[in-house]
């Protein structure tokens, strides 16, 4: 069973930064990729910033240019750097991992900016 576990929400006003961390655990075969999805109240869960084992990244359209994926394959850990925060970033964000043979949420990480 593969665990995902969350770090870095919080509260920020508009313009700072967060930074959002996430670390896979358990019975790890393979990562085919990791990366941040969000859900505002009201509205659908959205992608955030995705990257593939092989580094390949695509960001939501929202977020280009100021937010930043990474990732280390050793740690099975991914990292979202988030700039320039906007108050219509606030969200729950939540950390998603894919294989050959499943795909697994974590619990969430509340991210508010403040105008």
């Known amino acids: 069973q593969v665990q995902l576990v969350e770090s870095g929400g919080g509260l920020v006003q508009a313009g700072g930064s967060l930074r959002l961390s996430c670390v896979a655990s358990?019975?790890?075969?393979?990562?085919?990729?990791m990366g941040w999805y969000r859900q505002a109240p009201g509205k659908q869960r959205e992608l955030v910033a995705v990257i593939t084992s092989a580094g390949r990244v695509n960001y939501g359209d929202s977020v280009k240019g100021r937010f930043t994926i990474s990732r280390d394959n050793a740690k099975n850990r991914v990292d979202l750097q988030m700039n320039s925060l906007k108050p219509e970033d606030t969200a729950v964000y939540y950390c998603?991992?894919?294989?050959?043979?499943?795909?697994?949420w974590g619990q969430g990480t509340l991210v508010t900016v403040s105008s």
């Open positions: 998603k991992m894919w294989s050959p043979y499943v795909e697994v």
């Open positions: 358990g019975s790890i075969f393979s990562i085919n990729g």
